[in-house]
């Protein structure tokens, strides 16, 4: 009978439970590199080797799954000795068991935002746009390029620079007002996308291509109410138009503008000038009024509905391609909030002297977690505190020696 108590402790540990078992046997290559009291009898194992802040890999690859656990960039191709770059993402390949899902140090976008303007991480480095970030641009470029000219004719109008211009304002209001807050937000959208675009922000791609949806709404907005003004009783409105809505400054400057008097004579519904009195010989103002209408408003829904197909293709482009502004999508990695760092590390540390002290005692565990952050580096490490329970005053110990 051994008389050892940390021996009898350690070989009952070893029969409680599977979980139990398991988290013995994650610790003996650490007890194995100890010199322990010659009655202690634990199987000696070979430790599998831990990665180090100076060589180059990642300390994470010694906490992640052995499905997470690749870290190298470069394969060598089956049966041939020459290697070659692994596939920065895309299809199915990137979630195979034996893909990388951890970036390594060098990896063009490890923090998921490059910190240049043109998605390099620093100042010389070398740009490196995919095709669905050259998609985007063209197509953002595209969206720009309508809304900004939409938007110069809209300003034009208002201005009354155009020939009959404050007809426009006077008689299709509606429509102008529609038109404009189309362009004005097309061309906000646009700058939104540039952002993501130029960013590699995803979050910005996302605000990005829903309000491509809105754009759409109000692009076929004004093209809609135009072709049902124009194509359903275009006669019947224009009258009501006339002698309800325009008032009496409104027909005084479509008066002006036309040239005409009155709307079938200087006698019916006309708003009195210098030039449209009663003895005028000027005619009415419906049917000249009535023919500018039918061309305006014709073109109006021709330009509204020709840009539809343009804007549908920018749509789809936003769709497909804002989440692979670049690679990293398509590789299947592990979000930045569950990669470790040290603070993640100091909990699983803590973690790890809280079983070791329950199973072998505190001295034990406490010459072990000095030993493993001796190995790892890993001295300037956090240590987290625990107040509850019974572990408060175990933690204690274990942090002052």
């Not at 009898?8 to 994650?26: G, K, Y």
């Not at 976008?109 to 240049?116: F, P, T, W």
């Not at 009354?160 to 102008?176: K, M, N, P």
């Not at 989440?323 to 603070?343: C, E, I, Q, S």
Request: charged share 20%; aromatic share 10%.
């Amino acid at each position: 009978m051994d008389s050892n108590p940390l021996s009898r402790r350690a070989s009952s540990a070893e029969s409680h439970t599977p979980s139990t078992t398991t988290a013995n046997a994650s610790t003996r290559h650490i007890l194995a590199g100890m010199h322990p009291e010659p009655s202690m009898s634990l199987p000696k194992l070979e430790p599998p080797a831990l990665a180090s802040p100076g060589s180059g890999g990642n300390l994470g690859a010694n906490y992640i799954p052995s499905k997470f656990s690749e870290i190298a960039g470069i394969k060598r191709r089956k049966g041939k000795g020459a290697p070659h770059v692994t596939k920065r993402g895309g299809g199915r390949e990137a979630f195979r068991a034996d893909e990388a899902r951890m970036p390594g140090a060098g990896d063009e976008d490890y923090d998921g935002v490059g910190g240049g303007w043109l998605g390099g991480q620093g100042a010389g480095r070398k740009m490196r746009w995919n095709k669905f970030k050259w998609t985007l641009f063209f197509g953002n470029l595209l969206l720009s390029i309508y809304s900004l000219v939409g938007l110069i004719f809209c300003l034009l109008t208002w201005f009354a620079v155009w020939t009959h211009s404050d007809i426009v304002r006077v008689g299709d209001r509606t429509e102008l007002v529609l038109s404009t807050l189309a362009a004005t937000l097309g061309i906000v959208t646009s700058l939104i996308g540039w952002a993501g675009i130029l960013l590699n922000d995803r979050a910005f791609l996302a605000w990005y291509t829903f309000l491509l949806w809105v754009c759409f709404a109000l692009l076929v907005t004004p093209g809609y109410v135009a072709y049902k003004r124009k194509t359903f009783n275009l006669e019947g409105k224009t009258n009501a138009q006339w002698s309800r809505a325009l008032g009496t400054e409104g027909r005084l400057r479509i008066q002006n503008q036309l040239g005409c008097c009155g709307y079938f004579s200087p006698f019916i519904e006309a708003t009195v000038s210098q030039a449209c009195y009663a003895r005028s010989i000027l005619p009415g103002c419906k049917g000249p009024y009535m023919r500018f209408q039918r061309k305006v408003l014709e073109r109006w829904y021709t330009v509204a509905f020709a840009l539809v197909p343009l804007h549908i293709a920018v749509m789809v482009i936003g769709l497909l391609c804002s989440n692979h502004v670049t690679y990293r999508f398509g590789k299947g990695m592990m979000p930045k909030a569950y990669r470790l760092n040290l603070d993640t590390m100091a909990v699983i540390m803590d973690q790890y002297a809280n079983q070791l002290a329950e199973q072998y005692g505190p001295d034990v565990a406490s010459e072990i977690i000095s030993r493993s952050r001796s190995n790892l580096q890993l001295d300037a490490m956090p240590t987290v505190g625990y107040t509850s329970g019974n572990d408060s005053g175990k933690y204690d110990r274990l942090r002052n020696r």
